[in-house]
């Protein structure tokens, strides 16, 4: 693998991080660990985002299905306005499922710049089910904007699988979504049964969802579905699953947890996985309390099948 020019970790106490590449720059989003806010950062180059200054574009209502639990935001561009997707609850108290109360939230912003400009709340991107529902992301593919993200099935055991529909509008699904994953395997069931996080990559004649699974702590994985880029996406046949998880706890680097991953570019177009990730195993308490989940990013190349191999998490280094 090719050594990563980036300290590990980028970025402290950020989990669930999320870089786009967009005009001259990137911008930087991340769950924060007291969950109450929404803050970006921008900078010309990746290295330079530790030291640029967080803007906060919103915060939490003190009640309401917003007020509560500021989960997994992600920064989009769509038709040349700004968008925020987010989780949020109405309150920490769980539910008769020993689940949190989470739904999946937009904010718009027509100016040109998302840190200066005005944000608007579009409410919450509904689906079918009024059940437990996180981490969305976006994406243009065969023509279409497309949803995916996590939400917990009346019928399915389990936290959460993976979904799949078309946008009517960055805020309204079009559409039936489709599950395109369950946790099944042994390493999506550890502490808990959980699909969560999918982040969208292409590469040659592939479009490729990772996602992580089981617990946050150090069962925390990454594993990989893909399509081919003709394939009709909403048809579930059309998607393979790697029956082994692609990114993992390395005990002997000290990274536990690698997981809820976005992708970037550098500037010369070499792919960056982005992810958070602990130092630690020994967690007081629940490990979403704890707020050492820190920012990483490292190269990662692809093989002659074109396949991404993402390796190891590195160990921290200045």
């Not at 561009?77 to 939230?105: P, S």
């Not at 969208?200 to 990772?210: C, P, Q």
Request: some cysteine.
């Amino acid at each position: 693998m090719t050594p990563s020019p980036w300290p590990n970790p980028l970025i402290e106490q950020r989990a669930d991080p999320f870089i786009l590449r967009h005009g001259d720059g990137y911008y930087f989003i991340a769950s924060v660990p007291e969950y109450d806010r929404l803050e970006i950062r921008y900078a010309t180059d990746i290295e330079k985002l530790p030291a640029a200054q967080p803007v906060v574009v919103w915060r939490k209502p003190q009640s309401g299905p917003m007020s509560q639990l500021i989960w997994a935001p992600e920064l989009h561009h769509i038709d040349g306005r700004w968008y925020i997707y987010f989780a949020a609850a109405a309150t920490k108290t769980l539910d008769a499922l020993n689940m949190f109360q989470h739904r999946m939230f937009a904010l718009e912003c027509a100016d040109a710049d998302p840190l200066t400009g005005h944000w608007i709340e579009k409410g919450q991107v509904v689906t079918p089910w009024d059940t437990f529902a996180l981490d969305a992301t976006t994406f243009h593919h065969q023509g279409r904007q497309w949803y995916l993200w996590a939400q917990k099935a009346p019928d399915i055991p389990g936290n959460s699988n993976i979904y799949l529909a078309e946008l009517e509008n960055p805020w309204t699904l079009k559409g039936d979504p489709v599950m395109l994953s369950r946790p099944e395997f042994e390493w999506e069931c550890r502490g808990f049964l959980v699909n969560e996080g999918p982040a969208v990559v292409t590469h040659g004649n592939r479009l490729f969802i990772s996602y992580s699974a089981s617990a946050t702590d150090e069962n925390y994985c990454m594993g990989l579905l893909w399509i081919d880029m003709e394939a009709c996406p909403l048809n579930p046949a059309n998607w393979h699953k790697s029956p082994q998880p692609v990114f993992t706890t390395n005990w002997e680097n000290r990274q536990f947890g690698p997981g809820h991953n976005s992708f970037t570019t550098t500037r010369d177009g070499r792919d960056v996985l982005v992810f958070h990730a602990r130092n630690y195993t020994e967690i007081e308490g629940d490990p979403l309390y704890d707020p050492n989940r820190h920012t990483r990013v490292q190269l990662f190349e692809w093989d002659k099948q074109g396949m991404p191999q993402f390796g190891t998490p590195q160990p921290e280094h200045d």
